[in-house]
């Protein structure tokens, strides 16, 4: 177990997440300094999500971004499957994703988020201020949060 977390309490779910699963805060935060962070979009009631952009130090950009599972799933092209193959997710994908699991927990009273990210190499840079920075995410977890 992590050392007890202060602040949000569903931040501190995150993080006990991911310590599960071998990462530890303190090293992203030594990996990723504030000086590596490019943008930061906070959370909103509208946007319902936050994308944390940062320099990946190989010339490329990550995007990180948590958020509603019904706002971040309709950005997302692509899933990992189990193998750790990429496949494309499409909308039918995500709407059988919110049939199956994602709407069950939420009548559970789970307050569901998902996790994603996405690289853009070094050539894909100067399109990223063109578009929209939160949009062609790739979905890594869905998390259920009991409040």
């Known amino acids: 177990m992590i050392p007890k977390q202060g ?7 995150l993080l006990q997440y991911l310590f599960e699963f071998g990462e530890y805060y303190q090293t992203w935060r030594d990996d990723y300094r504030e000086d590596k962070l490019l943008r930061v979009f ?4 509208d946007r ?7 320099d990946d130090g190989e010339g490329g950009i990550k995007l990180y971004c948590k958020g ?6 309709e950005l997302c092209t692509s899933v990992v499957a189990m193998t750790g193959e990429m496949k494309e997710f499409t909308k ?3 709407e059988n994703l919110s049939r199956d699991l994602i709407d069950p927990w939420q009548r559970e009273g789970l307050r569901i988020l998902c996790l ?4 853009i190499s070094p050539s894909g840079k100067g399109n990223l201020m063109l578009c929209d920075s939160e949009s062609f995410l790739l979905i890594g977890h869905k998390i259920g949060i009991v409040s």
């Open 7 to 13: 602040g949000n309490r569903t931040d501190a779910a």
């Open 42 to 45: 906070e959370f909103t009631p």
């Open 48 to 54: 319902k999500c936050m994308t944390t952009v940062i």
């Open 68 to 73: 509603a599972a019904e706002v971040v799933l």
């Open 92 to 94: 039918e994908d995500a």
């Open 116 to 119: 994603t990210t996405k690289v």
